[in-house]
């Protein structure tokens, strides 16, 4: 249809408060959108175990979602989903480094199949169908993410900590709840949705993407690389404003539906605007 946007949203902080909690107004607007015939998904650092029942609650009828920041791409086959792209990559020297740096801190790995093996218990993580084992065993396959949980440690130790370690073979991302989020090397929300765009043929200048967190720049330079627009939320830190294009309002204000109601409605679309 002449006129359609490719819109991918996170999940947390930009269509969830922090209570998971729709933010103002985003249910409308995402079914304004869809009903116009707009393509609108979810691009999060969430697992798909995570993700799903806000595909379904906002009645989203795209064929492909982003989880993992990037890592796994989920494509919708008849009423199911199935895994369509998985990035992985050997744990076993990250695991290392930060082992020698945070001896106490407690860590999970996300499999190719999407199990996740845990040393301890993970706070604010769905760990439903995983595995609680060794250290040691979190290395044994390959896997499409690490993540690092040390409640002693704030952000910025986490900045120091990547620095000192040299973790450049490997992408990382640093939650707002301080949690370091590591995904195989060149990979993020960006990568994955360049994926996606290239196999729908949708129109790289037709893009929305918007987002609140650190693992959100990645997604806003694709955006911006092809000439779309990235939305950063108004509570997002400083350098995540700086990577997006333009401000909106916090998510607790319905930052989110005031952008998305900048696109165009279905009758304007309908006549090719």
């Given at each position: 249809m002449t006129g359609t946007w490719f819109v991918a949203l996170d999940v947390d902080g930009t269509i969830l408060l922090q209570d998971e909690s729709l933010s103002p107004g985003v249910p409308e607007a995402v079914a304004r959108l869809r009903d116009a015939g707009h393509t609108v998904t979810i691009a999060t650092g969430r697992s798909w175990m995570a993700t799903r029942r806000w595909v379904e609650e906002l009645g989203l009828d795209a064929e492909y979602v982003v989880c993992s920041n990037g890592a796994v791409t989920m494509r919708r086959v008849g009423e199911d989903w199935e895994r369509w792209n998985v990035e992985t990559f050997d744990p076993r020297p990250v695991l290392s480094l930060l082992q020698e740096r945070l001896p106490d801190a407690r860590y999970m790995v996300e499999l190719a199949s999407g199990q996740r093996l845990f040393t301890e218990q993970l706070d604010d993580w769905t760990l439903d169908g995983g595995r609680r084992v060794t250290f040691e065993e979190l290395g044994v396959e390959p896997v499409s993410r690490v993540v690092v949980v040390s409640p002693d440690h704030d952000e910025e130790d986490f900045h120091r900590l990547v620095s000192d370690a040299g973790l450049n073979e490997v992408s990382y991302a640093i939650g707002w709840t301080a949690w370091l989020d590591i995904a195989p090397q060149g990979v993020d929300k960006g990568t994955a949705l360049e994926r996606v765009r290239c196999e729908l043929g949708l129109d790289g200048e037709r893009i929305l993407v918007a987002g609140d967190g650190r693992n959100d720049i990645g997604m806003f330079g694709w955006a911006r690389t092809l000439g779309g627009?990235?939305?950063?939320?108004?509570?997002?830190?400083?350098?995540?404003?700086?990577?997006g294009s333009e401000l909106t309002d916090d998510v607790v204000d319905g930052g989110l539906a005031r952008a998305l109601n900048t696109l165009p409605a279905p009758a304007q679309v309908s006549a090719g605007e």
């Open positions: 627009r990235a939305v950063a939320m108004g509570q997002a830190p400083a350098e995540v404003q700086d990577a």
